[in-house]
């Protein structure tokens, strides 16, 4: 059972807006920042959003982040066949960094 | 270019132990931490601790506490990972990240390529 709640998976066609929810509590999200990463099968994890809403240089501005109290969320807009992967969010916790279960993207 | 590579793959039987080594190139290596995530097969990300690599310092996973040791070589830039009293859940594969520490906790921009630990006997 993951600190942060995170739904399994997620789908859309290419060109679709697809949306992924980070649930935490004020321990995590709701005093510390959110990153998301991804994850394309059988590689390490990749930084795509950080200090939750900020892209590392390189990553596509189809990606964007965002934070409302103690929930996250990770957009993916123009879905393209590429973005199939697994993202993770994660955030500080009690001295420790805390992920997500992880939400697989399909596109359809 | 800046990378963190890491050792080959291992296959332990349960009580044994297993270190893994993680060498960075392309930064200054003790201007950053070095963390440890790993994934079991099918599962998600957990992170394991992390080592301050100017002095030493490390915070483990309280689940870990006890079983796991990181340390570094600064000489050759190398972070290593050590778990002992291996189980069958600890197959997995490990990563070792840097932290991006102007990103905010939580936050690792480089990550290794991973390492495969199969626990079976």
């Known amino acids: 059972q993951s600190v942060l709640t995170q739904p399994p998976s997620a789908s859309g066609t290419p060109g679709q807006r697809v949306t992924i929810s980070c649930s935490g509590s004020?321990?995590?999200?709701?005093?510390?920042?959110v990153n998301w990463y991804q994850q394309l099968p059988g590689t390490a994890p990749k930084l795509l959003i950080y200090?939750?809403?900020q892209r590392p240089s390189g990553v596509p501005d189809r990606f964007s982040g965002s934070k409302s109290g103690t929930s996250a969320s990770l957009a993916i807009s123009g879905l393209q066949s590429e973005d199939e992967a697994d993202y993770y969010c994660a955030a500080w916790h009690d001295r420790s960094v805390v992920f997500g279960g992880g939400t697989k993207v399909t596109v359809l | 270019q800046v990378q963190l590579v890491q050792s080959g793959a291992e296959v332990k039987k349960p009580g044994a132990s297993v270190k893994v080594s993680c060498k960075a190139s392309?930064?200054?290596?003790?201007?950053?931490?070095i963390s440890w995530v790993r994934q079991a097969p099918g599962q998600g990300l957990e992170w394991m601790g992390w080592i301050n690599t100017y002095n030493g310092n490390t915070n483990y996973a309280q689940k870990l506490q006890g079983r796991v040791t990181m340390t570094t070589d600064t000489s050759t830039s190398t972070a290593y990972m050590e778990l002992r009293s291996l189980r069958s859940d600890d197959t997995a594969v490990y990563y070792c990240?840097?932290?991006?520490?102007?990103?905010?906790?939580?936050?690792?921009?480089?990550w290794g390529q991973g390492t495969m630990v199969t626990v079976s006997s």
């Open positions: 200090s939750d809403n």
């Open positions: 004020s321990s995590n999200i709701g005093s510390n920042t």
């Open positions: 990240a840097r932290p991006w520490a102007a990103a905010g906790k939580g936050a690792f921009d480089i």
């Open positions: 392309g930064y200054t290596f003790t201007s950053y931490g």
